[in-house]
């Protein structure tokens, strides 16, 4: 293994490939920066300009955009309250209060170095134990995945706002837009009105940008014109102290693991990574009153969550030849137009290509957190430029964000009536979060409900029958459950212990 | 000095591509601007494959020295895409759109109000096969067994495909049912979103039989992961020589996947012209036969109204075939 | 004295015909679709529709405090309130009409019209700078993204001369 390693460093430790590697690392952290710009079509756009290069170096520099990309997701929620990609909604619950408070700085810094952490982590795992690890991923068939997914759906439960009706009618609200387009288990077009462009659903990203950007330029609006909107905070310092960062290492390991796994399991996504280890992260916090309100944890774990998830995501790609999904489906197709038949033969077959891809990921890590680290400082400095600039640009950039997912006009309707219900929701309560939780594991659980239901004949006990899918839904109840045990034995702590001090 | 050089060296380059412009035999038509590939879905799927592919080949071969730019349409199974370029993009010589029989699906089951008479077909530039495929240790050896275990109890085999019931991977598992006297309706299959989680089910045994494209199963067959019970070809495919066909076993389902290229409506005549001999010189060329067979696609080709007439029959056909199957009343 | 149509109230009402109208349109689905034995494409909307309808209902009868919007100062007409916010309606007219229009008029000429608007809106005063930023910025984001990114963007009346 050692060995191997070496030989992959050995590739990936080449001029050329340390340049190809940079650059990608750069392009991936500057389309994770802009709002609504993903890694799937920026891969796609470098496609034919990676086809002069050789295998490797291109398979290098996709890898780098991909896992690049996670990097920057954070900075636009930090900043502007404006998720960059699906699997920084989380972060914005957190990142923008710490930004608020003048500690941006510390925010970004602290999803560097859990990005740093945890994208080398899920490297060192691939290295090693990779293909047992993807073996465990293909035990997941229909019935898992749709137990994993309530699981994920739990987590609402830690995104309430004052209102618990209120939070789930938000959840119901995602999941019903979830439901919108083709049906695929049927092929029934649902809630389309007979409107191509409704047929594919509606993407997750319009409607985050819509609910929180168009709504965030009004808010700032109101909040400038009643003077509700304080001066922001200027930051004391541009970085992270040592005691934040020893403050939030266990949010980041933590989050590396939980979301390594998810990212595993092809289809289940960075997305659900970063909110399932924010919930964990706050139900395993003695204080969890403070996450909402700026924590660095829920900022450090979502962020690390998301970025092994990206690294989970490559290892059934490498291993299996099965995409996990998005960036990870085009750089399939790459291998192949590359002349490299993906699948389980790649580590035997390419080993110069496998392990210089490899070698290249510890690299690249390291280069993305050198990147990063002045951009901290940068970055940090945008929230002392005046709203009234900053909101209408940032605006425009997700507008386009938007238009580039589709070029429909569609999309930038529904994006406008997505603002205006955003706003409402904002400031009636609803807490947004669950909105974005529910469409986004919306469809896929429906999926794997009836997918599982198809393959066990209608019957319902298959959700209990498999192992896996047990352990799960007893993780769900138990989580719904946990808090108000949790309380109560507090409570009756608390009674004890009055009652002992009163006896001495 | 140096200086000198180099102003010779452009001034040189500028008159050779003077002469170049000038001394090109005047074509009917030919474009001015930049091309425009939609691939009608994500990238990484097979539309936005044979975009960027034929883009790169007009480059690398010089057939097109114009740019050429590929943009992502996804939805509905071609349906967005079809709607765009017959209501926004009307008599547009610069536009290429990706399409294969999944369109024709679109078209036949109505998800999209247009057909090709409203288009403007071009050319097939590939074909593909789809096949029956199993886990390396499932007790079906070979297509025998599957039909015995169907015919003794229909309910007994799950098949997992990438696409909803009445698209592609569903019509290949129903046309094997049609072919042995099963009710095509009362068999079970387990629509996945793409044949990637479809093959990830099938290796996981979740499910019994995948109905896949050949090209997809190609790493997982090579490793000995899976086996190929049957290719939904005429014959056995160059490129796998080794699988055998459904028709050689004595059931005869043949399902040619093909991929190819349409214009918007109301293009001019000699732009048609122009695209249908450019495809055609793109489709001899080695560079796109190094990448098609990469690829696993298959040279089957057809071109204008050749290929107009055979993609308007094939309508006609899918329309019945899914009123036979009962997926259309 | 309690009022009975709170602002929470006539919200879950709303939300109720919202409902209604989705399960009406998820149950209206031609039956053809529907696997016999396992829960066809209605199932799912409907279970969501229940919750909602629920959920709704719950804060039809426990609307819980009403947070009254801040009185406006006695013999405050209506109109005068409405005016007094006649920036903010403004911000939602232009945001609106940007996402309508953008397809159509092009990048340019939208982003910059939008941009100094809201500069303007959002408490600038000096006119000459909110356009010069709109400006400058339309412009940079339209290199970067058009060129650096290779995303075509509309370019509406322009589309003749910058192509």
């Known amino acids: 293994m050692f060995s191997n390693l070496l030989y992959g460093l050995g590739i990936a430790f080449t001029p050329f490939n340390i340049g190809i590697a940079f650059v990608g690392c750069l392009v991936g952290t500057v389309v994770g920066v802009l709002p609504g710009l993903g890694p799937t079509g920026t891969i796609a756009i470098l496609l034919p300009m990676v086809f002069s290069m050789p295998p490797t170096s291109a398979m290098i520099m996709l890898a780098a955009v991909y896992y690049g990309a996670m990097y920057g997701g954070s900075t636009t929620s930090i900043l502007v309250n404006i998720p960059g990609e699906s699997a920084s909604v989380v972060t914005c619950i957190d990142g923008h209060k710490m930004a608020l408070k003048g500690r941006a700085g510390s925010a970004l810094a602290v999803s560097a170095i859990g990005s740093f952490i945890a994208g080398t982590f899920s490297v060192i795992v691939l290295t090693f134990i990779g293909e047992p690890v993807a073996e465990l991923a293909l035990r997941f068939g229909p019935a898992e995945f749709f137990s994993l997914f309530a699981f994920g759906l739990c987590t609402v439960a830690s995104l309430t706002g004052k209102s618990v009706v209120r939070a789930i009618m938000a959840t119901v609200f995602g999941l019903m837009m979830a439901t919108v387009g083709i049906d695929l288990i049927s092929g029934a077009p649902r809630f389309t009105f007979g409107n191509p462009f409704l047929l594919d659903g509606i993407d997750f990203i319009v409607v985050a940008i819509g609910m929180f950007a168009i709504s965030e330029v009004i808010i700032i609006a109101e909040e400038l014109k009643s003077g509700a909107r304080g001066q922001v905070i200027k930051p004391k310092s541009l970085y992270i102290s040592f005691e934040e960062f020893l403050f939030s290492i266990g949010s980041i390991l933590r989050g590396t693991v939980i979301g390594f796994f998810v990212g595993v399991l092809p289809g289940a996504g960075a997305t659900l990574a970063s909110f399932l280890s924010y919930d964990i992260e706050k139900r395993l916090a003695k204080n969890p009153e403070t996450f909402g309100e700026g924590d660095i944890r829920g900022v450090a774990c979502p962020e690390s969550a998301n970025n092994a998830a990206s690294g989970g995501a490559l290892l059934p790609l490498l291993t299996l030849g099965i995409p996990g999904g998005g960036a990870t489906a085009v750089m399939l197709g790459a291998l192949m137009m590359l002349d490299i038949t993906p699948g389980p033969l790649l580590f035997q077959k390419h080993a110069h290509l496998v392990w210089g891809l490899i070698g290249s990921m510890y690299l690249g890590n390291l280069l993305l957190l050198v990147l990063n680290w002045p951009l901290v400082n940068l970055f940090a400095r945008i929230m002392s430029i005046p709203a009234r600039y900053l909101m209408p640009i940032v605006l425009v950039i997700s507008t386009i964000g938007v238009w580039s997912l589709s070029y429909s006009e569609m999309d930038l309707i529904i994006m406008g009536v997505c603002g205006v219900i955003g706003y409402y929701m904002r400031k009636h309560n609803y807490p947004l979060a669950p909105v974005l939780l529910g469409l986004i594991l919306g469809g896929r659980m429906e999926q794997s409900f009836r997918q599982a239901l198809i393959i066990s004949r209608g019957s319902l006990l298959t959700f209990i029958q498999k192992p896996i899918s047990l352990t799960l839904l007893i993780g769900a109840v138990l989580f719904l459950a946990l808090p108000y045990l949790l309380e109560r034995s507090r409570q009756f702590r608390l009674a004890r212990e009055a009652s002992f001090e009163e006896e001495a | ?329 | 004295m309690r009022k009975i149509l709170t602002r929470t109230r006539i919200e879950a009402l709303i939300i109720i015909v919202g409902v209604l109208g989705y399960a009406w349109s998820g149950l209206s689905l031609p039956p053809f679709y529907n696997v016999p034995g396992v829960p066809g494409p209605t199932v799912f909307p409907l279970m969501l529709a229940i919750v909602m309808g629920a959920g709704a209902i719950w804060l039809l009868i426990f609307p819980g405090e009403d947070k009254e919007a801040p009185k406006s100062p006695p013999g405050e007409s209506r109109w005068r309130r409405l005016l007094n916010r006649w920036h903010f309606y403004l911000m939602w007219g232009l945001l609106i009409a940007y996402v309508f229009l953008l397809p159509y008029l092009g990048f340019v000429v939208c982003s910059v019209a939008l941009l100094s608007a809201l500069i303007f809106l959002l408490g600038e005063r000096r006119w000459y700078l909110g356009i010069s930023i709109a400006l400058v910025f339309t412009m940079a984001i339209y290199l970067v993204f058009s060129k650096g990114l290779q995303i075509r963007l509309p370019l509406g009346i322009f589309e003749g001369i910058m192509r």
Request: glycine content about 10%; overall charge positive; proline content about 5%.
């Open chain 2, 1 to 329: 000095m140096r200086r000198i050089a180099l102003l010779s060296v452009l001034v040189v380059a500028l008159a050779g591509f003077l002469v170049a412009i000038q001394g090109s035999p005047a074509v009917a038509w030919e474009p001015k601007k930049s091309i425009e590939f939609i691939a009608p879905a994500n990238p990484g799927g097979g539309w936005d494959t044979i975009c960027r592919t034929s883009a790169r080949v007009f480059k690398k071969t010089g057939l097109v020295t114009k740019p050429a730019y590929v943009k992502n349409m996804p939805g509905g199974s071609g349906s967005v895409a079809i709607a765009y370029v017959v209501e926004k993009r009307k008599g547009d010589n610069n536009l290429l759109v990706a399409a294969s029989n999944s369109l024709t699906f679109s078209m036949a089951i109505k998800r999209t109000p247009y057909t090709y008479d409203d288009v403007t077909p071009l050319a097939q530039v590939a074909s593909e096969y789809g096949a029956y495929v199993v886990r390396a240790d499932s007790k079906f050896k070979t297509l025998a067994d599957l039909v015995k275990a169907l015919k003794a109890d229909r309910k007994s085999v799950t098949f997992a495909g990438g696409s909803a019931p009445g698209s592609m991977d569903h019509i290949k598992v129903a046309l094997l049912a049609k072919e042995i006297g099963v009710d095509p309706l009362e068999v079970i299959y387990v629509p996945y979103q793409g044949g990637g989680e479809a093959l990830a089910s099938l290796l996981g045994g979740h499910v019994d039989v995948g109905s896949l494209d050949v090209s997809e199963v190609a790493g997982q067959l090579e490793a000995g992961k899976v086996r190929v019970l049957a290719v939904q070809s005429e014959s056995r495919l160059k490129g796998f020589p080794n699988l055998p066909t459904a028709r050689e076993q004595g059931v005869d389902v043949v399902f040619t996947v093909w991929r190819g290229l349409y214009m918007a409506p109301g293009v001019s005549k000699s732009a048609k012209k122009f695209w249908v001999e450019t495809i055609k010189k793109m489709v001899a060329t080695p560079e796109w036969n190094a990448e098609r067979e990469k690829l696993g696609w298959e040279p089957v080709v057809k071109f204008g109204d050749d290929f107009e007439k055979y993609v308007k029959d094939e309508h006609q056909r899918y329309k019945s075939l899914l009123k036979e199957l009962g997926f259309l009343k």
